[in-house]
Nanobody
Framework: QVQLVESGGGLVHPGGSLTLSCAASGFAFGNYSMSWYRQPPGKERALVAH????????LYAASVKGRFTISRDNAKNTVYLQMNSLEPEDTAVYYCNAKRGPSDYWGQGTQVTVSS
């Protein structure tokens, strides 16, 4: 059974940091591209960061570049999103995604709220 379980969300003050984790199981994690998406209240889900199954394939949304870092640990079947200098505009539900060809899996999401 495929599972993607996000954790690490919560409430943080502007300028603060959080690290999200996504633990994967039920598929060959190392062969999949992994991404983080987010969906702010009342808006559509959008890509935040992507990391390929091959070395060097990383990209970020312009709004988070320089503040967020995506990484993966294939030995732990886990992908991370380190988020620094958080802004109220980063408030959203953050989702983990795994994709390879037609296979496309999603986690249940974790809430991140940036507020003073």
């Amino acid at each position: 059974q495929v599972q993607l379980v996000e954790s690490g969300g919560g409430l943080v003050h502007p300028g603060g940091s959080l690290t999200l984790s996504c633990a994967a199981s039920g598929f060959a994690f190392g062969n999949y591209s992994m991404s983080w998406y987010r969906q702010p209240p009342g808006k559509e889900r959008a890509l935040v960061a992507h990391i390929s199954s091959l070395p060097g394939g990383i990209l970020y949304a312009a709004s988070v570049k320089g503040r967020f870092t995506i990484s993966r640990d294939n030995a732990k079947n886990t992908v991370y999103l380190q988020m620094n200098s958080l802004e109220p505009e980063d408030t959203a539900v953050y989702y983990c995604n795994a994709k390879r060809g037609p296979s496309d899996y999603w986690g249940q999401g974790t809430q991140v709220t940036v507020s003073s």
